[in-house]
């Protein structure tokens, strides 16, 4: 069973993901690219694409719900890591449930997680 994350990419196309200008190429090889980027304000860029009503990010590929993956996983900004799939790790996540719900997918549950690591269904 591929991660729930996987089959849904609903906060990256639900948020504007804004961060610090530092963590981009403009101050790091290993940064976020800056050409990905937009500035914000001063101190702040946010990723193409999410600054907006009907925000999408760039990175964004698939499409949500379905199977979407992130152009620069490896590289994605604190935002993206600091935004945990609810109950992955014992936690509610309001931010993946509102994405989620934005788009008519259920929440995650505890069970989810459950059967994924059983491989039962989760009404089993
Ligand atoms: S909304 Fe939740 S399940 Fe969907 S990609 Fe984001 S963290 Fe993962
Ligand atoms: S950088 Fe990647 S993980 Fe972050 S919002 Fe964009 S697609 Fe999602």
């Known amino acids: ?3 729930p994350c996987q ?4 906060c990256c196309a639900r948020f504007r993901v804004a961060f610090h200008w ?10 976020m690219p800056a050409e990905l980027t ?10 193409r694409g999410t ?4 925000p999408h ?9 379905s199977a979407v993956g992130c ?7 604190s935002p993206c890591r600091d935004l945990g799939a609810a109950w992955e790790f014992g936690e509610p996540s309001p931010q993946c449930d509102r994405a989620r719900a934005a788009y008519g997918l259920a929440p ?5 997680w459950r059967s994924r690591l059983t491989g039962m269904p989760p009404d089993a």
């Open 108 to 112: 995650l549950t505890v069970e989810t």
């Open 38 to 47: 937009e500035p914000l304000d001063a101190h702040r860029v946010s990723m």
């Open 22 to 31: 530092s963590e981009t190429t403009a101050y790091a090889e290993t940064g």
């Open 57 to 65: 990010c760039i990175n964004l590929v698939g499409a949500v719900g």
């Open 7 to 10: 089959t849904c990419g609903a």
């Open 1 to 3: 069973m591929p991660h």
């Open 51 to 54: 600054d907006s009503r009907t």
């Open 71 to 77: 152009a620069h996983y490896a590289r994605r900004p």
